[in-house]
């Protein structure tokens, strides 16, 4: 057990210590832990074992936080457990989402698309699963279409664009919102498939989508490069096409 035999450190060097091995969160915790310690009457692998445990979980909150900033959420998301598939005429069960939230798909780099008009909870769902990934220690990237396409056109001569261009490039999943909503160009259709030909086989893709997926032609203007794109998504993806009465029509509170 804890004995008291060391009480003429000084606390500050104890401290001290443990900062100039950059283990910050147990230094800030060192105190109440010694103390916690002392009355316990805790042995000294305990005491040695619960500050290593403190200094963990406090990196791996830091961590959280720092992954939730980075992916660039939309605001005001309700998380995934408030989603209710029974709400919808088809397209996804209770035992799909569960399964989606396992996150089993994410490890072996499985893509998602999720198709259907709007008000049906396509962003919600896919932003729930981006923060169940965070909270599992994973990284995501989050970016709208139109935007996407703005990072891949001004990634080469601005730097804000080219920096947020290799974070969604590392990130473990790629969110890519709203698909379909606006017609690209020849150039930017050809950027967009270069971005997915570089990331399909090292991170998991999840898009949302309110065209049928044999009508993305129409959106890349080509279809010889949208045959190839979607060879590359499909090949790993896990797909529903949602139907039911708008979700923000219904339940117009929750969204406000």
Avoid at 6 to 21: G, V, Y
Avoid at 59 to 65: C, F, G, H, L, Q
Avoid at 140 to 161: G, H, W, Y
Avoid at 181 to 192: C, G, L
């Amino acid at each position: 057990m804890m004995t008291k035999a060391t009480d003429h450190i000084p606390l500050q060097r104890l401290s001290a210590l443990l900062e100039s091995f950059t283990l910050k969160h147990s230094s800030k915790q060192l105190a109440d832990l010694l103390e916690k310690a002392d009355h316990e009457e805790a042995s000294h692998r305990a005491f040695l074992l619960e500050l290593l445990e403190t200094e963990v979980k406090g990196r791996n909150e830091r961590r959280r936080k720092r992954n939730y900033a980075a992916a660039h959420f939309p605001p005001n998301q309700r998380p995934l457990e408030e989603f209710d598939p029974q709400e919808l005429a088809s397209g996804m069960t209770d035992s799909q989402l569960k399964h989606l939230k396992e996150l089993t798909w994410l490890d072996s780099c499985g893509n998602i698309v999720i198709a259907g008009p709007p008000g049906l909870g396509k962003t919600m769902i896919a932003v729930g699963l981006g923060l169940v990934a965070i909270n599992s220690g994973y990284t995501v990237c989050f970016e709208r279409m139109v935007n996407l396409i703005k990072i891949l056109d001004q990634s080469e001569t601005e730097r804000s664009a080219g920096f947020r261009l290799r974070n969604i490039k590392k990130a473990q999943m790629v969110i890519i919102d709203e698909i379909g909503y606006t017609p690209i160009s020849r150039s930017q259709a050809n950027r967009f498939f270069t971005l997915i030909s570089d990331t399909y086989e090292t991170s998991s893709l999840v898009f949302t989508t309110n065209k049928e997926i044999t009508d993305w032609a129409e959106m890349m203007g080509d279809p010889v490069l949208t045959t190839a794109l979607l060879d590359r998504i499909l090949h790993r993806a896990k797909c529903f096409s949602l139907k039911g009465e708008s979700y923000r029509l219904k339940h117009p509170d929750f969204f406000a």
